[in-house]
């Protein structure tokens, strides 16, 4: 079941697979939101678990 009517879904090997989507967005910003980690904290759903690069605090500071 596909969701987004305008996602294309290629498999060009056995071991590749790719995802084609109009954005109606810069490219710039496109790629952005998908290299950059500011935009992919933003854009990411939340986790129960904090991200490894989360310091952890003790349960008695």
Excluded: C
């Amino acid at each position: 079941m596909n969701n987004l009517p305008d996602l294309a879904i290629g498999l060009p090997s056995d071991r590749e697979v790719t995802l084609t989507r109009p954005f109606d967005a810069p490219r710039e910003l496109v790629y952005a939101a998908h290299t950059q980690a500011e935009h992919l904290r933003r854009s990411a759903p939340p986790s129960r678990a904090a991200p490894a690069s989360t310091p952890r605090r003790s349960a008695t500071a």
